[in-house]
Every structure is written in C-alpha cells, then in structure tokens.
C-alpha cells in the first residue's frame, strides 16, 4: 500500500520558517516528480512547488519564489519543503503529491498527481 506521509507543520510567526517533510513508503519514488500543493481555508487546492527524479529541474508558484526551497532525497523516498519568511497567507494544509508519469520534467497541474499524502497544517501569526 502506497503512502505519502507530510510532517513538520505547525504554528510560527510571520517572517519565520519551517522544513516540511514528506515520507514514501510501500513503494519507490525515486525516478518520479513530486511535488507540493496547498489549501487554504475556503479555497482551492493550489500548487506551490514540484521537483523531477534527480532535483536538476524545480517550479515554483510566484507567491513562494525566493522564499519557499523543494529539494529530495532519493536514498530516503522524501521530499522537503524548506519555508522560509513566512506571511499570514501561507497559512493552509500542505500536501505532497507523486507524479508517477513524469520523471525528468515537471508540471503545476494537479490532475497530473496521482498520489497524495494526508497534509499537514500549516499556520502564520502575524
């Protein structure tokens, strides 16, 4: 049985960070893009960063460039999510996906995920 496990959320103040991490098991990712998405309360399920096989190729959603970091570590099947300077608007769960099709390149579309974890919640006080 396939599982994406996300951890390391929580409540911190604005301008602070936090390392998610999120945790494969029941089979190997290491030749699949991943990525990170998130849903703030009342909205939509958005992308915010995705990663290929290798960590050679990222994106990122313009709202976290510069502050936001995806980075793998095949050995371990995980994936982070460094956040660094946090705003009040980051403030959503955060869910790791697995797109099984792609390997080498990446893409923003959710519909492409087909794996997903459980989220972790994320919080920023202002």
């Known amino acids: 049985q396939v599982q994406l496990v996300e951890s390391g959320g929580g409540l911190v103040q604005a301008g602070g960070s936090l390392r998610l991490s999120c945790a494969a098991s029941?089979?190997?990712?290491?030749?699949?893009?991943m990525g990170w998405f998130r849903q703030a309360p009342g909205k939509e399920r958005v992308f915010v960063a995705a990663i290929n096989w290798i960590g050679s190729s990222t994106s990122y959603a313009d709202s976290v460039k510069g502050r936001f970091t995806i980075s793998r570590d095949n050995a371990k099947n995980t994936v982070y999510l460094q956040m660094n300077s946090l705003k009040p608007e980051d403030t959503a769960v955060y869910f790791c996906?697995?797109?099984?099709?792609?390997?080498?390149?990446?893409?923003?579309?959710?519909?492409?995920?087909?794996?997903w974890g459980q989220g972790t919640q994320v919080t920023v006080s202002s």
């Open positions: 029941g089979r190997t990712f290491s030749r699949n893009a």
């Open positions: 996906a697995v797109d099984s099709a792609r390997t080498t390149v990446v893409t923003t579309r959710e519909a492409a995920f087909d794996y």
